[in-house]
């Protein structure tokens, strides 16, 4: 072997054991039973799961025009904060700039991770416009290994196109694409902005007044609609309110496709945090709600209506965030998350009871690879498997800092917390890429693979 892990307590989302993990060529070859290597590991007293699988991140820009959103991470740091965190693949949302297609953000973006990207990563085309030759570009996608799709029901042309779209969800589910849908009604966005304005309610705090539940749940009433009608499996991204949750619920109880990823903003924060002074850096999308959606959404991982956690990494410096001269209904969305995520779910959910270690790395793992197309090849802990793999110090209390982590952005929405629970070692492809936080040479810029996928697997 090439490496072996001693005496752990290997954790699957359906089993766990003590045994001893034998990797070769980077993948585990073998669980259990007489194995030697040169080099050692002993994770005694701690767990071994799988390398996490963040299905949403944003690691490229959103266009090159003047409103476009160009985020502080890239695919170098980024990944640097995945790693670090137990995070051993992304899933990037690939935007198409003006006048480009999918295939061609796809190419872009592809070379961008192979040559900066620390950690595997997969792509995420979205779909800006359904004309007929991009409609007809989804099979020829998806053969290539891009089983997803990406669609905003919050953009003006969604509205402005609705029957292109429902086709494109149409050819996904015979292609077994996944469509990844951003659900707020954007009718009711630009309604509740204009009242704002109109009534001189522009403070950072009015915020989630600007994108209320019921935009929310209203899209989501029509994602689990076009899963109804088109047969494609539908994947709400970062679902934020019960009654949205509620939405979802209803379409799984009648056999529906339809699945749901949340955020660690939207289980560890709630809506009064933008009464304090500096409450825009707490902006995304949605917004942050009340502790009764909070309460939902965890019941709903542990129930399991609940799919996959996310962290939609989109992250500004603070000074972007609090920049005075923004709006209630423009501030700009999305925080640093990719280093915390998985240590404030453990702390948060398994510390406390909320969830349990299989619901864990089903969350984190397993569901997001099947849903993307890469069980079991990543997402478990099994022979052939790669050896994306984390020693999980469950003892180990850290106080978050993000000044001292690896995002650009310089802050995170947790500092000052104390999270106990954080990976000891990161395996990726059985190359040890971080030990307690701290990057190896191994992690390098450019190790990272863009992954071809099959079809979606429905959970």
């Not at 990563?121 to 990406?150: C, N, R, Y």
Request: with cysteine.
């Amino acid at each position: 072997m090439d490496l072996v892990i001693r005496d752990g307590t290997v954790v699957t989302a359906g089993s766990w054991a003590r045994t001893d993990i034998g990797i070769e060529g980077g993948v585990v070859a073998q669980l259990g039973g007489e194995m030697r290597a040169a080099e050692e590991v002993d994770a005694a007293g701690r767990y071994v799961l799988p390398g996490g699988i963040d299905a949403h991140v944003h690691l490229t820009p959103s266009g090159s025009g003047p409103n476009s959103w160009r985020w502080v991470d890239d695919f170098d740091t980024g990944t640097a904060a995945a790693l670090a965190g137990g995070v051993t693949t992304v899933g990037n949302m690939s935007h198409p700039d003006r006048g480009e297609t999918m295939a061609e953000a796809l190419a872009r973006d592809g070379a961008d991770g192979e040559a900066s990207s620390r950690c595997d990563f997969v792509l995420h085309p979205v779909l800006m416009d359904p004309s007929a030759s991009e409609v007809a570009s989804i099979e020829k996608l998806a053969a290539a290994g891009h089983t997803s799709l990406k669609v905003f029901l919050s953009f003006r042309r969604f509205e402005k196109a609705v029957d292109g779209y429902l086709e494109a969800l149409r050819r996904a589910a015979g292609a077994g694409v996944l469509a990844l849908l951003h659900c707020e009604d954007i009718a009711v966005i630009d309604c509740c902005c204009a009242v704002l304005r109109d009534e001189g309610r522009t403070h950072p705090r009015h915020y989630p007044e600007s994108r209320p539940v019921a935009a929310e749940r209203a899209a989501t009433e029509r994602a689990v609609a076009f899963a109804e009608v088109t047969g494609c499996p539908v994947y709400v991204v970062h679902l934020a309110a019960a009654a949205a949750l509620d939405a979802c619920r209803a379409g799984q109880r009648r056999g529906l496709p339809v699945y749901v990823e949340t955020r660690p903003l939207y289980l560890h924060l709630s809506r009064e945090r933008f009464e304090e002074p500096d409450g825009a850096k707490y902006a995304g999308a949605p917004p942050l709600r009340e502790r009764e959606d909070v309460a939902a959404l965890w019941a709903g991982l542990a129930q399991g209506t609940v799919h996959t956690l996310a962290t939609d990494h989109a992250p500004w410096r603070l000074e972007q965030k609090l920049d005075p001269a923004l709006e209630a209904p423009d501030l700009r969305q999305g925080v640093a998350e990719l280093e915390t995520s998985l240590p404030m779910l453990w702390w948060a959910g398994v510390n406390t009871g909320r969830l349990s270690l299989h619901r864990f790395v089903e969350v984190t793992a397993t569901n997001p690879a099947k849903l993307l197309g890469l069980y079991p090849t990543k997402g478990t802990i099994a022979p052939g498997a790669d050896a994306d793999l984390v020693v999980w110090d469950a003892q180990r209390t850290r106080r978050i800092d993000g000044g001292e982590g690896r995002s650009r952005a310089g802050w995170s929405p947790y500092d000052g917390w104390e999270v106990t629970g954080w990976p000891a070692m990161v395996l990726s492809r059985g190359e040890v890429v971080a030990r307690d936080g701290l990057l190896t040479e191994a992690a390098s810029p450019g190790r990272g693979r863009l992954v071809p996928r099959g079809p979606t697997q429905r959970l």
